[in-house]
């Protein structure tokens, strides 16, 4: 059982309880309902109330106090890229990284002592 009515306010869209507003009365017979003289004054002044900040159209238009829809805030996942290095293919070092120790140990020793034959032959031929 309702007990009063409650209209809303043409211009504000605020609720109007019953003995307060006024009613506004058009010559075309159309009726508008104001919550107060200040609405009333800027209806006739044809304001528009998507402009006027303290209106519910302004609010809902400008997303003003929604509080309850808490929207999460997204994190940003690094995403890992596997790319060369230096010249040598991601499959080259992904074989190099499954290499034992023992194996990659011995690889770097080969590598230089190649490195110090490559120089003595140099320096050899300078000499000569």
Same mark, same amino acid.
């Given at each position: 059982?309702?007990?009063?009515?409650?209209?809303?306010?043409?211009?504000?869209?605020?609720?109007?309880?019953?003995?307060?507003?006024?009613?506004?009365?058009? #010559?075309? #017979?159309?009726?508008?309902?104001?919550?107060?003289?200040?609405?009333?004054?800027?209806?006739?002044?044809?304001? #528009?109330?998507?402009?006027?900040?303290?209106?519910?159209?302004?609010?809902?238009?400008?997303?003003?106090?929604?509080?309850?829809?808490?929207?999460?805030?997204?994190?940003?996942?690094?995403? %890992?890229?596997?790319?060369?290095?230096?010249? #040598?293919?991601?499959?080259?070092?992904?074989?190099?990284?499954?290499? %034992?120790?023992?194996?990659?140990?011995?690889?770097?020793?080969?590598?230089?002592?190649?490195?110090?034959? %490559?120089?003595?032959?140099?320096?050899?031929?300078? %000499?000569?």
């Amino acid at each position: 059982m309702e007990l009063y009515r409650l209209e809303i306010c043409s211009f504000s869209g605020y609720k109007i309880y019953p003995s307060k507003g006024k009613v506004y009365v058009r #010559s075309d #017979s159309r009726t508008f309902r104001f919550l107060n003289g200040k609405a009333e004054s800027y209806f006739l002044q044809r304001l #528009s109330p998507r402009k006027i900040r303290w209106t519910q159209i302004y609010r809902r238009l400008n997303k003003k106090g929604v509080t309850e829809q808490v929207v999460k805030k997204r994190t940003r996942r690094t995403v %890992k890229a596997e790319r060369a290095v230096g010249g #040598s293919s991601w499959d080259e070092i992904r074989a190099k990284r499954a290499e %034992k120790p023992e194996v990659r140990a011995a690889a770097r020793q080969a590598a230089i002592e190649k490195s110090k034959e %490559k120089a003595k032959a140099k320096g050899a031929a300078k %000499k000569v």
